[in-house]
């Protein structure tokens, strides 16, 4: 299989999974059929979970002993943080904190 196959099928297979993903919610809650409260529920507490874990995978590395202690870290999550919560976008915040970060890290903490 050359190459050029291969990637189209790839992209196909991705392409189908996101769509699938996409169209599952509306065909099990589609039309006046009521959200079960699990989903309800999962849906309030699963975003803040996941950026917990996120925080921690991020700064699992971080020698906080040397060097600038983790500055450009603590102060990326600070920044995303203060965006969300003035913002309450998530686009915005992790955006913001992730170009904060680069900047740090490139420019400031080299």
Known sequence: MSITTYSIIAIAVAA???FATRLVPFVLFG???EV???VNYLGKVLPSS???ILIIYCVRSVDFTSGYHGC???SAILLTAVLHLWKGN???SIGGGTVFYMFLIQYIFV
């Open 90 to 92: 998530t686009l915005i």
């Open 72 to 74: 450009a870290e603590i």
């Open 31 to 33: 039309g006046k059929k």
């Open 50 to 52: 996941i950026i917990a």
């Open 36 to 38: 079960p409260q699990i």
């Open 16 to 18: 189908l999974c996101t």
